[in-house]
């Protein structure tokens, strides 16, 4: 068994963040050290982070090994979060630094406790009262013992910081000097509960019983877009709370996370810890410590929050499980939805995977038994499903260079005089995604990617949506430098609001798409500004699908509904479909019913046509057997790996001995396919090239990967990365 404490001077072995392949081996400091300490230690000239996974190994020169620097100030690393990292490592073919780096991302972790000033009442009476003093002492008072910065004190009073300082000369307020990290704010469960609908409050009751009973579990939450599962398992939330235990909720998207926030203040009466890259240093840090502690009950934030070091985590909640920007693409590859899956099992915690167009692989666990399901049935209150409509393409007599069809003008007509909104939807950010020179039929390519530019005419400039290059819209053709012969193909958001400008003069309109906001507080008050009624038109890309309320309104019309049918990628349809439903969703929620309009030049595809007639059985069931006669994911095993390099024949000629020495992925019955050019052939001048690997959904995929990949030497400048499950085909 393994010690949990280690005396000073016995070897301890200790994880770093550097990319090493081994523990290494150290000293337990003065006074020891846990089991799961977050510790310093030398390493070469500098010092690194690390934390002590296990006693040394003892095969290394013992007289040169060194001593562990400090300890730093922190809980422990919890048993189960280092099985977590370990399994998650082994899941993804990650190294263990890397994953600890996941789970130690919060700057200035090795810091002393940094403190400042704190106000709290006093004993003495001041000799002379005034109003204002009057007004500190009373919320200090209304507080009992909680104390406060300068800054919050005077606010809260509404009085000058002046007043609070001569108060402390007096002794009538105490000053005091307490750690930054501070606790968060207790959440009371009781405080602001909705009365339920009846398939609300049966599931609120399962949900609850489940995080009762202190076991591992996961439950597929569905219903449509307003139908309640935000109140239902924030019911769930509320019994972590009850029973003493920590509860993480995941969104997809930074910019909901305020409106989010403030819900969660009305129904627990305080603020929840926020973890997202959106959120300061500071905060992080108290936030990341707090969770260690216990002093954070409930933690709102992105997919990272996920390796947060919970104390005691008794509920995680996925909202819009399907969406995926769960899946991280960069750096360590893995989909935070399994990963919950997975931390909850080794916590005994519940896991809710709420969404009104769950992901085919939820899908199939409930039908394989592995996860229960509830059904939320309506839409709560009046509100009801938009009556869905295509418009066939092949009808509509269209000018050039305009998308808005007469049948989709009229609707959005009808909806302004009725003081109504309507959304047009285009999943294109910028003005048009290919600029082409009338002159030689060239088009505009990134330098370093093989992608085409996109004007973005707001910002005035081409942008490759690939690797972020910018350059100024150019004059000349590159090509053949004609002048002035450059034309946009095609359209983005910002062209369609010209479009929409033209044809609607009297309308507002506001343009909702990530990249034409400063920050996310700037995108959140905007669109709160647009809920209240700050717009007629609402033209926006996918952002808008991502579960805002818009109650004004009532008709959504679908641009190019074909856009995401195009690609080759195995979950095209399936992404069309939940689009195409959460962007229809947005239409009706209050008391106005809603109409959604789909421009197609498919009208009898089969995705389309699951999508008017709301069949989201019918479409799960006939998506479900084309993946399971293909034995594609869920239904078998994928892995994808991409080769990289700026050299193009060496990449091809690792991928080709790659292929061809496949023993150890034969022997667990796996297949190999390519290489061949990854569909994006170039990303920031590296050459991409692109093996697939497909398996029995039984097979040891990962240690099979393993074996294979260590068989080559990969050249200086070769990166190879392994993407287990890959979400998208890049
Ligand atoms: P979903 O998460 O399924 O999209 P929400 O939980 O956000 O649905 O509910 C949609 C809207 O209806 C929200 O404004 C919510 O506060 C309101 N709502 C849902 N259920 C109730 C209820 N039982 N009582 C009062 N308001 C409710
Ligand atoms: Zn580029």
Not at 131 to 157: H, I, P, W
Not at 467 to 486: F, H, Q, V
Not at 695 to 716: D, S, Y
Request: net charge neutral; glycine share 10%.
């Amino acid at each position: 068994m393994t010690p949990d404490f280690f005396d000073e001077g016995q070897l301890v072995g200790v994880l770093t963040t550097q990319p090493l392949d081994r523990l290494l081996d150290y000293k337990a400091p003065e006074g020891g050290c846990w089991l799961g300490a977050f510790v310093e230690v030398p390493l070469g000239p500098r010092k690194v982070l690390g934390v002590v996974w296990g006693p040394g190994k003892g095969d290394y020169d013992h007289a040169k090994i060194r001593s562990v620097i400090r300890v730093l100030d922190a809980a422990p690393m919890r048993n189960e979060m280092r099985t977590f990292l370990g399994r998650a490592a082994d899941y993804t073919l990650t190294p263990m630094p890397a994953m600890l780096r996941l789970a130690t991302r919060a700057p200035g972790l090795g810091d002393a406790p940094s403190m400042r000033l704190v106000y709290r009442l006093g004993s003495k009476t001041p000799d002379r009262m005034t109003e204002a003093r009057e007004k500190v002492l009373a919320v200090l008072n209304d507080y009992g013992g909680l104390a406060f910065t300068l800054a919050e004190l005077a606010e809260m009073a509404g009085v000058g910081t002046s007043v609070v300082k001569g108060l402390v000369k007096q002794g009538a307020v105490s000053e005091e000097a307490a750690p930054r990290d501070t606790p968060y704010p207790q959440l009371d469960p009781d405080y602001g509960g909705k009365d339920l609908t009846d398939d609300q409050s049966i599931g609120a009751r399962v949900l609850r019983e489940a995080v009762r009973s202190r076991t591992y579990g996961t439950t597929l939450l569905r219903g449509v877009t307003g139908s309640g599962k935000t109140e239902v398992y924030l019911e769930a939330v509320a019994e972590a709370l009850r029973i003493g235990r920590q509860a993480l909720v995941l969104l997809p998207e930074i910019a909901l996370t305020g409106e989010f926030i403030d819900r969660v203040e009305a129904r627990f009466g305080m603020r929840p810890a926020e973890w997202h890259s959106g959120v300061t240093m500071t905060e992080r840090r108290r936030c990341w410590k707090m969770v260690g502690q216990g002093a954070a009950q409930l933690v709102v934030g992105a997919r990272s929050a996920l390796f947060l070091p919970f104390r005691d985590l008794g509920l995680i909640v996925v909202d819009e499980e399907h969406d995926t920007s769960y899946k991280q693409e960069d750096g360590v590859l893995y989909n935070a939805r399994d990963m919950t899956v997975l931390r909850a099992s080794l916590n005994a915690a519940q896991v809710v995977l709420a969404s009104a167009t769950p992901s085919l692989e939820s899908w199939a666990n409930v039908e394989a038994g592995k996860y229960a399901r509830l059904d939320l049935a309506s839409r709560f209150g009046a509100a009801v499903l938009p009556r869905m409509a295509a418009i066939d393409m092949r009808a509509e007599e269209m000018p050039g260079a305009k998308w808005i069809s007469s049948t989709l003008a009229r609707a959005v007509e009808a909806r302004i005089e009725r003081k109504e909104q309507a959304l047009l939807f285009l999943n294109r950010r910028g003005y048009a995604p290919v600029t082409l020179c009338r002159a030689c039929g060239a088009q505009i390519g990134c330098d370093h990617c093989d992608a085409k530019m996109v004007e973005h005419r707001f910002l005035k400039r081409l942008m490759c949506h690939q690797c972020g290059e910018t350059k100024p819209m150019p004059t000349k053709c590159p090509s053949c430098e004609a002048e002035d012969r450059l034309a946009p193909v095609g359209p983005g958001v910002e062209r369609l609001a010209e479009e929409a400008a033209e044809r609607f003069p009297e309308a507002r309109i506001a343009v909702l798409s990530s990249d034409l906001y400063g920050s996310a507080r700037a995108l959140k008050a905007h669109i709160a500004e647009i809920a209240e009624g700050g717009a007629d038109i609402i033209i926006g890309t996918q952002l808008v699908a991502k579960g805002h309320n818009f109650p004004h309104l009532t008709l959504v019309g679908v641009i190019d509904a074909d856009l995401g049918l195009q690609g080759s990628d195995l979950r095209a349809a399936e992404r069309t479909f939940q689009l195409m439903r959460q962007v229809a969703g947005r239409a009706g929620r209050a008391e106005a019913p809603g109409e959604a309009l789909l421009q197609t030049f498919q009208p009898e595809h089969p995705v389309i046509r699951a999508i008017l007639a709301g069949d989201e059985e019918g479409f799960w069931t006939a998506e479900a057997g084309e993946r399971r006669a293909a034995g594609v994911p869920p239904y078998g095993r994928m892995a994808g790996i991409i080769l990289s390099s700026p050299n193009v024949q060496e990449v091809f000629d690792l991928g080709t001995e790659m292929a061809r020495n496949d023993r150890p992925l034969r022997q667990i019955g796996a297949q190999v396919y390519g290489p061949a050019p990854a569909p994006i052939a170039r990303i920031r001048g590296r050459h991409r090239v692109r093996l697939l690997v497909k398996a029995e959904k039984t097979a040891p995929l990962q240690q099979a990967l393993a074996q294979w990949v260590a068989q080559f030497r990969l050249p200086a400048n070769l990166r190879l990365s392994i993407d287990i499950d890959p979400q998208s085909f890049y």
